[in-house]
């Protein structure tokens, strides 16, 4: 069981505080020379069930991207675990969780611009899963805007358990079956990182060009489960880790 100290130290390095990110909902007419930004398009997941009247063209975008402040010497998320005697000044705590407030919108696409303070920022997870078996980490430097590119999230099943897709016909049986539907499987999260290309959607203009870097990530990054959810690889169990372990860059594009 988990100490009552340790708990307590979690609870708050995990609840909302008024120093926490801040997902902005405009472009800012200039950027604090004492913040970082992070900059992430999202893809929409397309809704199986979008034939059936009235159903959404698109999945809600129920979770996102978690990020923490990484100690990468003691190799924890700062203030807790390994790292615990590096912890985060002042009140704000270590971690930012997914905020649900894009800065601009397009056909299938969600992007995000987050306001945080500068530091090592580690991927912590997505949605109801923990990369703390191995993620990226990167630097979020003062006045700039680190550009993650474009994220896809996807289910992380080994190789051959896949479930067969869920089909209208499946769903109706599920719900006359009520509680005695058969649950589906559950299999935790992994994602893809890749540059911003020309069909997505573009930095914005009012971010100076000279302001935005391409992200460097680190691979190998790992902390303990302080989400309480599933664990992963950030790249899944079927990526090859060998090759994983090198930089992964994502170039914004030329404006």
Do not use: C
Not at 156 to 163: A, F, L, S, V
């Amino acid at each position: 069981m988990i100490g009552w100290s340790r708990f307590a130290a979690l609870a708050l390095a995990i609840a909302p505080s008024s120093a926490q990110a801040v997902a902005l909902k405009h472009v800012p007419a200039a950027l604090s020379p004492a913040k970082a930004y992070i900059l992430v398009e999202y893809k929409r997941v397309p809704n199986p069930m979008a034939g059936v009247p009235l159903s959404a063209k698109y999945l809600p975008q129920m979770g996102g991207l978690a990020f923490a402040r990484y100690d990468a010497a003691l190799g924890d998320v700062r203030g807790l675990g390994k790292a615990a005697s590096s912890p985060v000044a002042g009140k704000a705590g270590p971690i930012e969780a997914f905020r649900n407030r894009p800065v601009l919108k397009a056909e299938g696409s969600l992007l995000y611009l987050l306001e945080v303070e500068p530091d090592t920022y580690v991927v912590l997870g997505w949605a109801n899963t923990s990369f703390s078996l191995g993620s990226y980490s990167f630097e979020a430097k003062a006045g700039t805007v680190t550009d993650l590119g474009v994220v896809s999230a996807a289910p992380d099943w080994p190789k051959g358990e896949e479930p067969e897709p869920m089909t209208v016909g499946k769903l109706f049986g599920a719900a006359l079956a009520g509680p005695f539907a058969k649950a589906r499987p559950v299999a935790p999260s992994r994602l893809t990182f890749r540059p911003r290309g020309a069909d997505d959607i573009p930095v914005p203009a009012g971010l100076a060009p000279d302001r935005v870097v391409p992200v460097s990530f680190s691979y190998g990054a790992t902390f303990g489960n302080y989400l309480g959810g599933l664990v992963n690889r950030i790249d899944g169990v079927n990526a090859d880790h060998a090759s994983a372990a090198t930089p992964v860059e994502s170039a914004p594009t030329e404006q």
